[in-house]
């Protein structure tokens, strides 16, 4: 991991190393919490920005809504700490941002009413979540064993830490049995999304993505769907079973993280040309240029640190 100088705690800038919390901290022992993953990216003028930064920060608070944790910062503080956080890291070429409301020491047991609220925001270098290989050609995907957790079970739309067992072990069986990446189906056994990023599939020259019933609200996806419909493509939201993905065209995932990562193959069927197909290609170039500034649409939402 690229340590960078400092972490965000609760409002005071900590050195990297000194970023640390009692063992008895309320979530690592029941797992309530609440992330978010933002990125920064180099602009075309030399720049650095992070790409919709307010969406991300009003979809953290929201997750802590959700999951019943009062954060004493506000919307516009936590926006303000980021910016400040990348520039005193002097994280100028880009970075990954990633903020935690979590419960800390003082209570035990479940009832957390009285349990305070910690946040710390983190910041460092980190590559392509999917390997640089996998932007290019393509990853290949296992439908999971696991199900999404349904949104009756859980707080599907927050990005939940408690959630990310699920994804976690998702995860873990695909990569295990030799797959990049898992593709969970909801309750249901419709397709609802990757681990940790959201599906999309080109069928007959529209693109195809799961309604977010039992998905995590991604920015992505809203950003790709937009990138989309600019280029006057049809987009689609609705269920998807598994074979259909087995015939798609192209089909790729998205995600802060995992960017446009597109998919070449589905347990063990070649999806489309076996490699990033032409539309997939078209909205990695599109989503590449706008959070790097190139897309004066887009500009809007990119927060300059510099
Ligand atoms: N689903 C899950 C489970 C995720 O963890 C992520 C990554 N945040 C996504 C979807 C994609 O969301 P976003 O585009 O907002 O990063």
Redesign the pocket.
């Known amino acids: 991991m690229n340590k960078a100088k400092y972490i965000w705690m609760d409002g005071e800038l900590t050195p990297w190393d000194n970023a640390k919390v009692h063992v008895l901290t309320h979530t690592l022992h029941y797992g309530n919490g609440a992330i978010?993953?933002t990125k920064a990216y180099k602009t075309v003028d030399g720049r650095c920005a992070i790409f919709k930064l307010n969406?991300?920060t009003k979809?953290l608070l929201n997750s802590a809504k959700m999951t019943l944790m009062d954060v004493p910062f506000s919307l516009e503080e936590l926006n303000n700490a980021q910016v400040k956080l990348l520039q005193e890291n002097e994280l100028f070429d880009g970075a990954y941002i990633r903020p935690l409301v979590y419960l800390g020491y003082g209570v035990m047991g479940l009832y957390h009413k009285d349990a305070p609220v910690n946040v710390s925001i983190s910041a460092w270098e980190w590559g392509a979540y999917l390997g640089e290989e996998g932007l290019k050609k393509g990853i290949r995907l296992k439908i999971s064993s696991m199900t999404r957790t349904p949104n009756t079970s859980g707080m599907g739309k927050a990005?939940a830490v408690a959630?990310?067992l699920n994804?976690q072990m998702a995860k873990f069986e695909a990569v295990e049995a030799g797959y990049d990446e898992a593709l969970l189906r909801d309750d249901q056994g419709y397709i609802a999304?990757?681990?940790?990023?959201?599906f999309f599939m080109v069928r007959d020259g529209k693109l195809i993505s799961p309604p977010s019933d039992n998905?995590?609200?991604?920015?992505?996806?809203?950003?790709i769907i937009d990138l989309a419909q600019d280029m006057g493509l049809e987009v689609v939201r609705r269920r998807i079973t598994r074979e259909e993905i087995y015939i798609a065209d192209e089909a790729f995932l998205?995600?802060?993280?995992?960017e446009v990562t597109p998919i070449r193959e589905v347990d063990a069927r070649v999806i489309g040309c076996g490699s990033r197909g032409p539309i997939t290609e078209k909205l990695q170039t599109a989503y590449f240029d706008a959070v790097a500034g190139k897309n004066p649409d887009y500009i809007k939402h990119l927060t300059y640190i510099n």
């Open positions: 978010e993953g969406e991300h979809r990005k959630n990310y994804s999304e990757a681990s940790g990023a959201c998905t995590l609200e991604s920015i992505t996806q809203a950003t998205t995600g802060t993280a995992a």
